[in-house]
């Protein structure tokens, strides 16, 4: 049989077959009425999801290109800003600022920690910033940050907060507004179970203010632009159709589960993961508290290659997990289990990972890692 | 999220997504080059899977109107038959004979037991028979009949062989015409990894010697009418053309992974099945000899209601379970393997039975089943 691939990845993760269906279906022209009404409809869910009232705009592009579209509108050569480092993508935030000319203070926390949120409110004190960014949901180590802590630090100190949720929207809590986060970026192809493609933005007054006052060169990725649009649900250039139209069913599902289902579903599945990683006395990168609820980064047990392990279960299985990136590279693997993901993948997958870990030669007992995610999974019904 | 549903039962099955894709195509007309193309391509894909160089009908029917049209066909009322009945699907076929007259000679195995080829020599010596009936794999009862020995005797007394292998073609081993198989009829939803709608019967010399002499009345299910047409690669009446179209789909998967390792990998998914339940106490249905490789019959333990089981893993994992038919309603629940079923599906899936036996208070070590089909279905590479 032709192997089926299991998408175990940070996305772009599994389609779910409603989401598939609408995308088949025949494309609707973007400059007419029916793509009006769909924009309009996109924006109400995604504020739901990203907890704001602002506009969200919809940009053809990855979730790098909303993060440049935020970076190059708000900020001008030579401002201060202040880039939360918890891994790669904590990076490239930082990067693109430079890119544009800001003067980037980057402050690393180590690849696995979260941002410490005293050492930002020093920071904070000493320097004088237009904005800080911050990465909420950081896949390359698998850890969560406290979003709304920085979120009261920048708001009393009168600082954009501008947040790369690429890999959180709609798989981990938000509430923009509440936490006066400024700008929001997310993408199609994370908990938002639609292939890549789509890049969203949310701007608050402030960050609009300072997207007067913009000065770097931006035309495709222009939120002025896109804003001019949105005030008739359209688009400055050729929008990905298909992929809004997708975006559509994917959001129906996800408000039709109910946005506190699907966080505690993700948190679930977390827990259950790295109680399976752990069952079989493997360490799992972030600390219990801060880990992600949406990816488990893994150690792989002392001596052996990670990506040996990723290359067992995907020529036997067809179990596509990520890798470590950069400095972890061949040191941890990832297993992302955000979006269409359900209990039965999770334990299929989980018993795979066993059986590649005995092949490798690692000691561990058949079933044990799936009776710990088992536990977790069922637990309180089981009296586990 | 929706709850995904998956099939684990005897068909339909899962289809594949190449089937789908296949399927979702742009009709082509049914009295056309392209259709004539695509069933002289079946034509040659089924007779290998068959193992027959006999003309292979498909029939626009579900598996029991392949069934009566093999019946009707080929027997006249007061032809003695001896039906061979080791589940509900043994007798259908012996009630099929008797609606178009036969003087059926049922035997009954007792079910959960395989044809005693012992007893069916004898019964042919007995009597003079124009036919036998037999099913060679039993949904109902999760057991295999062995079609070849059955086939020896037939052969040697010059009796028709008709065979009912709806559930085993492109599952289980069959060479029909070395095995002295008259009639063989399958159908597109089990093995074969199609929707419903589609059945398909292959037919020896000596069956269409049988069928010069047929006085039935047959109109849409005439085997006559069939062979005419498919001098001309068509059919008689308007045939479900994306369910062809599907199918030559789903046949290039089966011949591409080659027979010989969907055979082997049926029985190894059997054989995981029956451990995985073995390890739990609960008893397969079927003698470990004559169990089925694509499906698996398992009692209930004592006391427990088996559709209890299957509403529990369906409610809570949207795992579709069958149940036990007729006698055996509630007493067992069966498990199906066939066709596009993976491992990480059957490792998922029984991981989810041992939470729902949990659930409704049967003592069992969370992981255990999953370990036994862990160690089944790697243990040759594991070392245990």
Redesign the interface.
């Known amino acids: 049989?032709?192997?089926?691939t299991?998408l175990f990845i940070p996305g772009p993760t599994p389609v779910?077959p409603?989401v598939a269906e609408a995308m088949?279906r025949p494309l609707i022209g973007h400059r007419t009425q029916d793509f009006a009404g769909l924009y309009a409809r996109l924006t109400k869910k995604l504020q739901q999801v990203c907890g704001t009232v602002n506009e969200v705009y919809i940009l053809t592009a990855s979730g790098t290109g909303g993060m440049e579209a935020a970076v190059a509108s708000i900020l001008n050569p030579g401002d201060k800003v202040l880039a939360l480092v918890t891994g790669k993508f904590g990076e490239r935030f930082a990067e693109l600022a430079k890119v544009y000319g800001a003067a980037v203070d980057a402050v690393e926390f180590g690849w696995g920690n979260p941002a410490d949120v005293n050492l930002v409110e020093d920071r904070m004190k000493a320097g004088k910033y237009k904005a800080v960014l911050a990465t909420h949901n950081e896949t390359s180590t698998t850890v969560v940050n406290d979003i709304k802590s920085i979120g009261e630090l920048t708001r009393k100190e009168g600082v954009l907060l501008v947040v790369d949720a690429v890999s959180s929207a709609g798989g981990i809590e938000m509430h923009a507004d509440d936490w006066g986060v400024d700008v929001l970026i997310t993408a199609s192809q994370k908990a938002l179970m639609v292939p890549p493609g789509l890049a969203m933005v949310s701007m608050s007054p402030q960050a609009w203010e300072a997207v007067k006052k913009g000065r770097n060169p931006r035309y495709y990725l222009s939120l002025y632009a896109a804003k001019r649009s949105f005030a008739r649900y359209n688009t400055p250039y050729t929008p990905a159709v298909s992929l809004f139209v997708g975006l559509d069913a994917a959001l129906d599902?996800i408000l039709?589960?109910g946005l506190d289902n699907?966080y505690r579903?993700h948190i679930a599945f977390g827990k259950a993961t790295r109680a399976a990683m752990k069952s079989l006395g493997l360490k799992p990168l972030a600390p219990e508290e801060w880990a992600s609820p949406v990816v488990t980064g893994v150690w792989a047990p002392e001596g052996m290659n990670a990506d040996d392990i990723r290359r067992s279960v995907l020529k036997?299985?067809?179990?596509l997990l990520a890798g470590g990136q950069e400095q972890l590279k061949g040191r941890i693997f990832r297993i992302s289990h955000m979006g269409?993901i359900?209990?039965?993948?999770?334990?299929?997958?989980i018993?795979?990972i066993?059986?590649g870990l005995?092949?490798l030669g690692y000691p561990l007992?058949?079933?044990?890692?799936?009776?710990a995610?088992?536990?977790v999974?069922?637990g309180g019904?089981?009296g586990?």
Do not use: H, N
């Open positions: 049989m032709p192997q089926k299991r779910p409603q088949a599902m039709s589960e699907v579903r036997d299985y067809g179990i269409y359900d209990a039965v993948d999770l334990l299929g997958m018993a795979v066993e059986i005995k092949k007992a058949l079933g044990t890692a799936t009776a995610a088992q536990a999974l069922a019904e089981l586990v």
